[in-house]
């Protein structure tokens, strides 16, 4: 299969899921690999890597939410509502991972009867009084909600609130949870933000340590993460927040353990629609899209990846995991064409910097972004936990912090990319950049005030002196994710 950027004015799915056939004729604009198509339910077949194959009768539309969603980000919030059917379509929303569900409930049901959507509170949490969780998922009053919606939302929390609502004590799910499959493959909408987002995952983060802890150690089953609901599908691991709280290392460092091929990081106030084989970024930011398929080196404790793939996809991009076409937004195709390998090549920077923080605020696409318009061929950062001769802050008990990790962002035959200044800002549409994570021996600690020669008062006043040399010793044993 190959994986090629189509000019897309396609119309954005409907609610009858119907796509205008002319809109799919473009030109071809480049060749990579992407993964076979997931996304399978009962009638899936798999391919001879053994990765399930799209069902591409699948009706059910997954919407993965970033968090942090705006009450005035019509762009979500019309478009869950256009896919379970326009003005009158009726919701349940479930207000099971917050902390405060009433409150929760209220804002997500105006939200919706903004777009004209028809939505009710399904009582589903410990927070709320006079309604028992094991009742209310075998209550026929309440299921009967779910069998006449098109649509279920989950609110923002903390997520294993929500799995441990709606699988019995057994493991086996509800007739709750029956019942939104049902809703599902009848070709219903099932969203969610922020731990709402989470469960679409078969493989969920529960309660997850630091960043580098997940990246140094991994992370341990039915602790640290857990069984979600799946309903983004088999082979595809969802985590939300995703620029603003730098979790690429937490995502990639779970996809190599747990053997996941595809991630997608849901940015804040932001949202993939995922269809069969089909997923469209709307909403505020984007999608990263991370593929381990053609990773050829792979470990977990600590992470080390060699030959990942990133694809950025901006709000209006979609890719379909079925044919490998990237279909970039319209204003990007009237924008600025990236391609590292044409004779016209003229890109922006001449060169690119070194990360410090590449787990900051955004780094990763900053990153990417800037690599994509440059001359470089490549550009590097570090994550780490700091350390400073003298100084009172420690790395977390779980951490190490003498072993950091390096990224490594690289040009690949086919990275391919799109400007534009339209939307408000420097954006970019980013196709297969390449990504190695390895870990790496950190100087402990890794620095220390400079002491002018002759100044000994420094010192003193400081109270600070220069440490011994250290002997760092031999890198930590890699394991191989089996």
């Known amino acids: 299969m190959k994986f090629s950027t189509l000019s897309s004015n396609r119309e954005p799915l409907t609610s009858d899921h119907r796509i205008p056939a002319a809109f799919l004729v473009a030109w071809a604009f480049l060749v990579c690999s992407l993964p076979t198509p997931l996304w399978a339910n009962e009638s899936s077949a798999v391919d001879e890597a053994g990765i399930a194959v799209a069902n591409v009768a699948q009706p059910g539309i997954a919407v993965a939410i970033g968090g942090a969603l705006k009450s005035d980000n019509a762009d979500v919030w019309g478009r869950i509502v256009s896919l379970?059917?326009?003005?009158?379509?009726?919701?349940?929303?479930?207000?099971?991972?917050?902390?405060?569900?009433?409150?929760?409930?209220?804002?997500l049901i105006e939200s919706l009867q903004k777009q004209g959507a028809k939505a009710e509170m399904i009582p589903l949490s410990d927070k709320l009084k006079g309604f028992d969780i094991r009742s209310v998922v075998e209550d026929a009053k309440w299921i009967a909600k779910i069998d006449a919606a098109s649509g279920v939302y989950f609110s923002g929390g903390a997520q294993e609130r929500i799995t441990?609502?709606?699988?019995?004590?057994?493991?086996?799910?509800?007739?709750m949870l029956e019942a939104i499959w049902r809703l599902f493959r009848r070709g219903g909408v099932v969203a969610?933000?922020?731990?709402?987002?989470?469960?679409?995952?078969?493989?969920?983060?529960?309660?997850?340590?630091?960043?580098?802890?997940?990246?140094?150690?991994?992370?341990?089953?039915?602790?640290?993460?857990?069984?979600?609901?799946?309903?983004?599908?088999?082979?595809?691991?969802?985590?939300?927040?995703?620029?603003?709280?730098?979790?690429?290392?937490?995502?990639?460092?779970?996809?190599?353990?747990?053997?996941?091929?595809?991630?997608?990081?849901?940015?804040?106030n932001s949202a993939a629609i995922i269809h069969g084989g089909d997923v469209e970024a709307i909403g505020g930011r984007?999608?990263?899209?991370?593929?381990?398929?053609?990773?050829?080196?792979?470990?977990s404790k600590p992470l080390r990846v060699l030959g990942a793939t990133l694809t950025w996809l901006d709000r209006g991009d979609r890719v379909d995991l079925r044919s490998g076409v990237v279909s970039p937004s319209a204003v990007k195709l009237a924008g600025k064409k990236l391609d590292h390998t044409s004779d016209d090549f003229k890109p922006y920077n001449d060169r690119v910097r070194f990360y410090a923080d590449m787990l900051g605020d955004n780094t990763i696409l900053f990153?990417?972004?800037?690599?994509l318009d440059s001359t470089a061929a490549e550009s590097r950062g570090i994550a780490f936990t700091a350390g400073r001769a003298g100084s009172s802050v420690k790395p977390s008990s779980s951490e190490s912090h003498d072993l950091g990790f390096e990224f490594r962002l690289f040009k690949t035959a086919s990275t391919r990319g799109y400007f534009t200044s339209k939307l408000g800002g420097e954006d970019y549409s980013i196709v297969q950049m390449g990504l190695d994570i390895v870990p790496v021996q950190m100087a402990n600690p890794l620095y220390v005030p400079l002491l002018q020669a002759g100044a000994e008062k420094a010192g003193e006043n400081s109270g600070l002196a220069l440490p011994p040399k250290q002997n760092l010793g031999a890198a930590p044993k890699l394991e191989t994710v089996k």
């Not at 326009?86 to 902390?99: E, H, I, L, M, R």
């Not at 441990?164 to 799910?173: F, I, S």
């Not at 969920?204 to 140094?216: A, G, H, K, N, Y």
């Open 192 to 268: 969610g933000s922020s731990a709402g987002a989470a469960i679409m995952s078969e493989t969920m983060f529960r309660e997850p340590p630091s960043i580098l802890t997940v990246m140094q150690h991994g992370a341990r089953w039915g602790s640290e993460i857990d069984r979600g609901l799946g309903f983004a599908g088999p082979g595809m691991f969802v985590d939300q927040h995703f620029l603003k709280r730098g979790r690429i290392g937490r995502m990639v460092a779970v996809m190599a353990q747990q053997n996941i091929k595809l991630g997608l990081g849901v940015e804040e």
């Open 84 to 107: 379970s059917g326009g003005p009158g379509a009726k919701w349940a929303v479930f207000p099971t991972a917050s902390g405060e569900p009433e409150q929760s409930a209220k804002s």
């Open 164 to 175: 441990a609502a709606l699988y019995a004590a057994d493991g086996r799910p509800t007739s």
């Open 286 to 299: 984007g999608v990263l899209l991370v593929d381990l398929r053609g990773a050829i080196q792979v470990g």
């Open 367 to 371: 990153a990417m972004s800037e690599l």
